[in-house]
């Protein structure tokens, strides 16, 4: 089947061209690229699907409030229903999760207690958010989410993050044959690369680029609707379910926890909406002794079924980023001066 998008690399080559030459009117300032007054930095990737910018958000954001910074993330907010630029967070929740998408929410959800230091806006236009950032909240530092092709905001620390626990075929080629968003060149604009091989062990390789840093995730733990751990789940029977780029990654790390014996595994789309419909069908796969894992990203756009986490045991995997925060923290105080 993967063979077949080959088909589009006529088309591939059509994007290389426009995309080369966006970015070269970009360097030579012939397109503009806003100077913001606040230390930007993007996150970002190369392919398409997910690779842990949001993780890596959280772990920024951590970073620079315990060195007590004001921080504001700026994110266009993919698959929200609202429109323009909305306040997801100024101290006070944007009123649902449609008007910020579920990555925002979960970002939120985390931080919600640094009033007066953590801020959240969503717009695609990250050109008008950043000014509104700036002029409303006085931010030290400003996150660009899934910024790094968005060229028309100067970032002062460009950060991208690649899944190294996939090696498809279609991740080596261009939009539309390949998963790749720009030419392997554009990797060069980045001052650190964090290769995250999620789930999996990180492995050794020749890299031994002084820009570039490994990753991978580690469990919190299980945790319910009240945001509290959950110690037993020994002999449990669990349906897992995800709406992920990639849900293999995400199912293969749920059934390797001790005691849990996994019934079923239920993927959806990434950023999937879930219906009445789609919580009756994991309401017909419970058995006696069932428990529900799902991601904190899923779990969020679960809250409005409320009977169905009242009345049934669910629960969501939290999990965290690893990596060289002190790489990160050397290459902002060396470009910083704030």
């Known amino acids: 089947m993967k063979y077949l998008r080959l ?13 080369s030459l966006r970015n070269t009117l970009y360097r030579m300032n ?5 100077k913001i007054p606040a230390f930007v930095i993007s996150v970002g990737n190369i392919i398409t699907g997910g690779s842990g910018k949001t993780p890596l ?10 060195l007590d910074k004001k921080v504001c993330i700026i994110s266009r907010g993919y698959r929200r229903s609202s429109k323009g630029l909305i306040v997801g967070f100024d101290g006070v929740y944007s009123e649902v999760i449609e008007n910020t998408g579920d990555e925002l929410m979960m970002i939120i959800d985390r931080f919600s207690s640094f009033t007066g230091r953590f801020f959240v806006l969503a717009d695609s236009n990250r050109v008008r958010a950043a000014y509104y950032a700036v002029s409303k909240f006085n931010p030290d530092i400003i996150i660009l989410d899934d910024a790094f092709q968005h060229l028309s905001i ?3 620390m460009n950060l991208l993050i690649r899944d190294c626990d996939s090696n498809e075929f279609n991740d080596k080629l261009l939009l539309p044959a390949g998963n790749m968003r720009e030419p392997a060149y554009s990797i060069r604009r980045a001052d650190i690369i964090i290769k995250n091989y999620k789930f999996s062990e990180i492995t050794k390789d020749s890299t031994n680029d002084s820009n570039t840093i490994n990753a991978n995730y580690i469990s919190k733990g299980l945790y319910n609707k009240n945001n509290l751990p959950i110690q037993d789940t020994n002999r449990k029977y669990a349906v897992v379910f995800s709406g992920l780029a990639k849900n293999e990654s995400f199912f293969k790390y749920v059934i390797k926890i001790p005691g849990l014996l996994v019934k079923e595994a239920i993927g959806y789309p990434d950023h999937h909406e879930y219906s009445t419909c789609d919580i009756d069908y994991l309401i017909s796969h419970y058995e006696e ?9 899923d779990f969020v756009k679960l809250r409005k079924y409320t009977d169905f986490l009242n009345n049934f045991e669910v629960y969501y995997l939290k999990i965290e980023l690893i990596t060289d925060k002190n790489r990160i923290i050397n290459t902002f105080n060396s470009i910083s001066n704030i």
């Not at 958000?57 to 620079?64: A, D, M, S």
């Not at 002794?289 to 990203?297: L, V």
């Open 7 to 19: 088909v589009f690399l006529p088309f591939s080559f059509i994007y290389f061209i426009i995309i």
């Open 30 to 34: 012939i397109l503009k690229s806003h």
């Open 57 to 66: 958000c959280i772990i920024l954001t951590e970073l620079f409030l315990s």
């Open 154 to 156: 100067k970032r002062d």
């Open 289 to 297: 002794n069932s428990i529900y894992i799902t991601t904190e990203k």
